[in-house]
């Protein structure tokens, strides 16, 4: 699961744009600052999606809409979607690179208390790229909507949630948006980054700052 990420700046986008089409690579770090707001489903942010023979950026809204649920699906199990069902049209046709600076995911049944209100809430950890300043989750869309695609989680993952994005290496991005897509249903997992999000401090925003808070 995906509930909420960091985005990229759209210069940031365009890097990823370039390092997918093998014109440049990650460069320096202070280039990849945070931005300071957070994508949420139903918020707004830019993907990369092929556009004829090239990468362009687009921006779209994160969730599809559907008739028999209320508020938005925002991540597709990669395994249901190669199945066929509402999926198919968008795997076969419409994938896309989402990428992002970390994202973060809800413990199971780790709690802790809010230092906003004292509630008894779960405690949310941070996945980041420890070889590069972004990840690169994979992704599909169908009009002005995209969803994040999700798979089963390795072992950093497991402990504390039952599915985490399919995250990509640049090789595998392309691998991604090409015909062999499938092949990336079991692809060898990146080590990311973890970290509880209450232990990271960014500028004067206290920790969990922002946040949308998960009671236990």
């Given at each position: 699961?995906c ?11 365009m ?57 938005p699906i925002?991540?597709t199990?990669?395994e ?11 795997i076969?046709h ?25 509630r ?29 695609v ?6 950093q993952?497991?402990?504390?949630h ?38 990271v ?9 922002g ?6």
């Amino acid at each position: 699961m995906c509930g909420r990420y960091i985005p990229l700046t759209l210069r940031q986008i365009m890097r990823v744009i370039d390092i997918l089409a093998g014109e440049a690579d990650w460069g320096r770090e202070d280039e990849w600052t945070r931005e300071a707001r957070q994508v949420y489903p139903g918020d707004d942010s830019q993907l990369v999606i092929p556009f004829e023979e090239r990468l362009e950026p687009a921006e779209m809204r994160w969730g599809y809409e559907v008739g028999w649920r209320k508020g938005p699906i925002f991540n597709t199990r990669i395994e249901s979607a190669l199945k066929g069902g509402m999926w198919r049209d968008s795997i076969e046709h419409r994938r896309c690179i989402v990428p992002c600076r970390a994202f973060f995911e809800p413990h199971r049944s780790e709690t802790l208390r809010s230092p906003r209100t004292g509630r008894e809430i779960k405690r949310h950890y941070e996945f980041s790229n420890p070889e590069a300043p972004a990840l690169l989750m994979a992704g599909i869309w169908e009009n002005d909507r995209y969803s994040v695609v999700t798979c089963a989680p390795d072992e950093q993952m497991a402990p504390i949630h039952d599915r985490m994005p399919l995250v990509l290496t640049p090789e595998e991005a392309r691998t991604w948006l090409g015909p062999r897509y499938a092949e990336l249903a079991d692809h060898p997992r990146e080590r990311l980054v973890v970290q509880p999000e209450d232990t990271v401090r960014r500028g004067d925003a206290p920790p969990l700052a922002g946040i949308q808070e998960t009671l236990f």
